[in-house]
């Protein structure tokens, strides 16, 4: 019996879905029928998707790009948005998310926001990788390319637990967004701040107290 798999592809650069959407045609299986629909913007998938639900033939899965245009109302500025959105309006389609993005917080944010049923970091992505990807996430999800994998074991292994606010205070400074500014980024006090780094470089046992050491030894640890 063949199996008819409905697909949105979304991404801002036009080869690079040429590219999967070849990918996934040369390597489905013989009894696997696609349909891929292509946005290149928010403003594109979010209509796609919203014609698929009036029509009554929702998508099976996403592939979303997390670098995305924000849309031309303003209320979703990247690609975690609109997959947050739709997991709302289509909670039965499988969610893959690709990005450039490798950075631990990153990487953390989305699977706590979205917890995508695949996470492919760019970088690590082959033609093969891609194929096992898809049908992975079809049949028993998830499946996470390596980079993720790797800040998972890493987050597991760790006995250190920090709160979101800290999460992001390691995230900016790596960054290299200075001290004083930081409280604008996080809407808390500079005093608040200071005291948050100061209890990181506790939780770190930083001993020279440079923001250096502190990003060095985070990073060590899988938190950066």
């Known amino acids: ?8 592809m979304i991404d801002d650069h036009p080869m690079i879905i040429e590219g999967y ?19 290149n913007n928010c403003d594109e ?12 033939r929702p998508y099976d899965m996403l592939f979303v790009d997390i670098s995305l245009p924000p849309s031309s109302d303003g209320s ?14 289509l909670p039965d389609a499988k969610i893959v998310i690709l990005t450039m993005f490798n950075e631990s917080f990153r990487i953390h944010n989305i699977i706590k926001n979205i917890n995508p049923d695949g996470f492919l970091i760019k970088s690590d992505l082959t033609s093969s ?39 992001k205070i390691l ?9 004083k500014n930081l409280a604008t980024h996080l809407d808390i006090s500079l005093s608040a701040v200071e005291k948050r780094k100061k209890q990181l470089k506790e939780i770190f046992f ?18 950066v």
């Open 1 to 8: 019996m063949t199996q008819k798999i409905k697909i949105l």
């Open 21 to 39: 959407q070849n990918t996934l045609q040369f390597t489905k299986k013989e009894n696997q029928e696609l349909f891929i629909d292509i946005a």
């Open 45 to 56: 998938a979010v209509t796609y998707m919203d014609k698929s639900i009036e029509h009554e």
């Open 76 to 89: 979703m500025n990247s690609g975690e948005d609109l997959a947050e959105y739709a997991r709302k309006i």
């Open 129 to 167: 990788e891609l194929a096992s990807a898809f049908q992975a996430v079809l049949n028993n999800p998830p499946f996470y390319s390596g980079t993720v994998n790797s800040h998972i074991r890493k987050a597991i292994s760790s006995d250190i637990v920090i709160d979101e606010k800290n999460r």
């Open 171 to 179: 995230y900016l400074l790596s960054q290299g967004i200075k001290t």
């Open 206 to 223: 930083i001993e020279d107290g440079q923001d250096e050491t502190l990003l060095s030894e985070a990073r060590k640890q899988g938190f």
